[in-house]
C-alpha cells in the first residue's frame, strides 16, 4: 500500500474541518513564501493517534487498537537544489515554542543527534536519519547517498507532551517528507512506518511502534487493528452502528508527560521490565530454544516468550498461526502462569534477576539497560506480565466485540466501556501508569454517563480517552469543567478549555499534497 497523494483537502479532512483547515493551509503555505521566498512543492502530513485499547503492550508485540484524529503535523516542503551543500533551514509556524534553525547534512556518517537535550528539530532529524539510512541501502548501486537539502515550515496541531503522540506525527511527517525531497515517488506504508518506528527512537524513548502504525495507516471512519508478530500488518475496523450512538471523548489532564525527563523511571524502565520478565519466565520454564530476536525495542519480548512457550510445551509449530480462540485461552494460561509462578508483590533486585539467569549484574546491564539508562531497584515483573497478559486478552476480547456484536446496543457499549475500565484499573495498580488527575478525569466521566473511561498514551499524565452515548456527551463535558478544569486551573481561559475536550472521528492516515 503506498501513501495516497492528495489534490484536495478533501482527501485528508471530514467535511466539518473544511473550514478551519483550510484558512490553516493557506495560512502556512503564504508563510512560506513569506519566509523563503519561494513556493513550498510540497506539503507532507500524519495525524496524531488516539489509543482506544491495548496500552503499553505494542513493545511486548501484542495487538493493539488505535485510531488516528483530526489534529496532525504538516511540513511546507522546498528541495534545495542539489548542486548546493545540503542545508536544511526548518522553522515552524509557533516560533516562540519552537524557534528556526539551520543545519548542514553531513556529507559522510551518521546525522548527529543530541538526545539528552530536549530539541524540537530533533524529531526531524531522527526522520531524516532513518530516510539517509534507508536510500543509503537502496541506492548503493548509485554511490554513496547524501540527502539534498530542503527548506521547511512545520505546523502542528497535536497538543505536545499530550498523550496523543505528537511525536510520532512529527517522526512520520520528516521520515515522509525526506523519502518525497529525494525523489522518492511513490512511498511504501510498511517501509515508511517501521522506518519511522526505528528512527523515533534515536530520540531518547524505547517506544513500541502503535503510534506510527495509526498514524501512517489510518483511514478516514475506521479504527486500526496493529499486529507486530509475525510482521506489522494492519487491518481497519468499523464501529458496528448503535442506537444510541456512541463517541470516543478525549480529554487532556494538562499534566505534561514527558518521557525524556521521566524516562529511566518510566516508560523505558517499563520497557526493561516486560523484556526482563519475558527473559525471566522463559528461565523458569526452562525453555530449551533461546528467545527469538525480534523488533521489540530490546530485542526479545514477552510475545516471544508466549510464542515459544507454546511451541515448546505444547508442540505447535507455529504458534503465530494461532486462532483467536486458541491464543484467548494461552493467555488465560500465561496469567495463570504469571501469577504462580512471579510471586514476588515487591519486585525482583538486579542479584535476584542475574542469580536466575546464571550472569553477572554487568551482563544484565550491558544486555538491557545500556541503551536507555533505566533507575530501579527492584523490578516489578508480577505486575508488569500480569498487565501485559490482560490488556492483550482485553484487546482481543474488544475486536470481537467489534466484529460480531451483541443484538442490543447497549450490551454492546457496556461491554466495550466494561473492557476499557479494566484497562484502567490495570494501568494504576499493575502498571502504575496513571496519575491523581487521570483516575480523576475518568471517575468524574464515569459518573456523568461514560460507559468506559481510561488514560490514553503512555500515561503519567497526558490524555484520556472515554466511550460515551451522544445523548451523554454534554454531561459529561459539564461535569469536567466543573469539577475538573475550572477547579484546578480557576485561570484557565475559553479557549483552552475548548482545547481540552474533543470528540473526535477516526481520521485519515499519512498524505502528500502537492502544490504545484
Ligand atoms: P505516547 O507517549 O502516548 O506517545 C507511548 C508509545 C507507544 C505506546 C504507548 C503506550 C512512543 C512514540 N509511543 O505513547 O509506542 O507504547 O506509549 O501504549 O513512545
Ligand atoms: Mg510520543
Known sequence: MEVPIATSLRDIYPEEAIPVESKRW??????????????ADFVSRSPGRVNIIGEHIDYSLYEVLPMAVTADFLMAVAVRPSSEKSIVRIANMQSEKFPAREFEIPAE???????SELEWTNYFKSGLRGVTE?????????????????????????????????????????ALAAL?????????????????????RAVGVNSGGMDQSASVFSLRGSALYVSFKPSLQTTAIEFPKTNPEFAFVIAQSFVAADKHTTGPV??????????LAAV?????????????????????????????????????????????????????????????????????????????????EDELNSRFMSKFPVRAERFMLRQRALHVFNEALRVLQFRQLLSSPPESSENLVKSLGNLMNETQTSCRELYDCSCPE?????????????????LTGAGWGGCSVHLVPKDKVDAVKKVWEEKYYRKRFPDITEAKLKEAVVVSKPGSGSTIFKVT
Open 26 to 39: 493557506e495560512r502556512l503555505l503564504a508563510q512560506f513564501v513569506e519566509r523563503y521566498e519561494r513556493q
Open 109 to 115: 556518517g551518521e546525522i548527529p543527534i543530541d538526545a
Open 134 to 174: 534507508l536510500l543509503q541501502k537502496k541506492r548503493s548501486d548509485k554511490g554513496h547517498f547524501v540527502s539534498v537539502g530542503m527548506d521547511i515550515l512545520c505546523d502542528g496541531t497535536v497538543p505536545s507532551g499530550g498523550g496523543l503522540s505528537s511525536s510520532a506525527a512529527f517522526v512520520c511527517t520528516s
Open 180 to 200: 518525497k525531497a529525494n525523489g522518492e515517488e511513490k512511498v511504501d506504508k510498511t517501509e515508511l512506518c517501521e522506518l519511522a518506528i526505528v528512527s523515533e
Open 266 to 275: 518510566c516508560y523505558n524502565l517499563r520497557v526493561v521490565e516486560c523484556t
Open 280 to 360: 525471566f519466565l522463559a528461565n523458569v520454564f526452562g525453555l530449551k530454544r533461546s528467545l527469538p530476536a525480534d523488533s521489540s525495542p530490546l530485542g526479545v519480548s514477552l510475545r516471544g516468550f508466549h510464542d515459544t512457550y507454546f511451541e515448546e510445551k505444547e508442540g505447535i509449530a507455529d504458534n503465530t498461526k494461532a486462532s483467536v480462540d486458541e491464543f484467548k485461552t494461552q493467555l488465560q494460561k500465561l496469567i495463570q502462569l504469571a501469577e504462580d509462578y512471579l510471586p514476588q508483590e515487591n519486585g525482583y533486585s538486579r542479584s535476584e534477576i542475574c542469580s536466575l539467569l546464571g550472569v553477572s
Open 438 to 454: 487521570l483516575d480523576e478525569l475518568c471517575d468524574l466521566a464515569r459518573s456523568a454517563g461514560s460507559a468506559g473511561s481510561r
